[in-house]
């Protein structure tokens, strides 16, 4: 349970925000509002636990929100709330002077895009890293392609610019692979690859994980890593 990633204007007291949180009776939650916290999207199944899940939270140009659980739907909503938080992001836990709510679980990869609703329905999540671009249309089956081997459903993009973070947690250290290439700095007792924590803990494909053996472990006692604005 806990905070998988949040961002707020202030540190404390309720302020322009949004969050992902898994609760502990089992569902997923999107969070999102200008002057109160607000549940916008919630899952409608209950998660199980030592199982890797896909999700997805998508907001298109006409304020429709949708989550995605393993590429199928999870009920949609309306939002209008302005995202553009000129705060760091929190992976691993809530953003507040305490960084409070800590995740406790396994992160894999982590993308952000703006500027486009990747998911229009039902998809195939995919089964490789994510990446920047996804272009291949027609028939077959895409290769080499953010890890799609469908794109139903999933609207292709060729501007790497819309997407604005995209952490793997693969290697020594954390780093954005998107353009933006903000500066990702770690805190509490983290483990990676490179410290040999993490990829025994996520043999594959023992463990379910979708690609490789890399990733990121949170204990959910302080563990979290913050993500720069710029």
């Known amino acids: 349970s806990g905070v998988i ?3 707020r204007t202030n540190s404390s007291g309720w302020s322009t925000e949004w969050q992902l949180r898994m609760h502990s009776n089992g569902y997923f939650t999107w969070f ?3 002057s109160g916290s607000s549940e916008k999207a919630f899952s409608n199944f209950t998660y199980a636990i030592n199982t890797w899940y896909h999700f997805a939270l998508v907001r298109d140009s006409n304020n429709t929100i949708e989550l995605f659980i ?3 739907s999870s009920g949609t909503n ?4 302005n995202y553009n938080v000129a705060k760091e992001l929190q992976i691993g836990a809530q953003y507040t002077s305490s960084s409070d709510n800590w995740f406790k679980g396994y ?3 982590l993308r952000i895009t703006k500027g486009l609703a990747v ?3 039902n998809f195939t999540a995919p089964t490789g890293p994510l990446t920047t671009t996804w272009t291949q249309t027609g028939s077959g ?6 890890g799609y081997t469908s794109l139903t459903n999933v609207a292709t993009n060729s501007d790497s610019s819309k997407v604005k973070l995209l952490v793997h947690g693969d290697g020594a250290v954390f780093d954005d692979s998107s353009t933006s290439d903000h500066t990702i700095t770690p805190s509490g007792s983290y483990h990676s690859q490179g410290h040999g924590v993490i990829a025994p803990a996520l043999a594959f ?3 379910g994980k979708a690609t490789g053996s890399a990733g990121m472990y949170f204990d959910g006692n302080g563990d979290y890593i913050t993500v720069a604005n710029s």
């Open 141 to 146: 089956t895409p290769t080499n392609n953010g």
């Open 119 to 121: 998911y229009t329905g």
């Open 70 to 72: 393993n590429g199928t």
């Open 205 to 207: 494909p023992a463990s």
């Open 32 to 34: 999102a509002n200008g």
């Open 5 to 7: 990633f949040s961002t």
């Open 107 to 109: 992160l894999d990869s």
């Open 78 to 81: 309306t939002d209008s709330t």
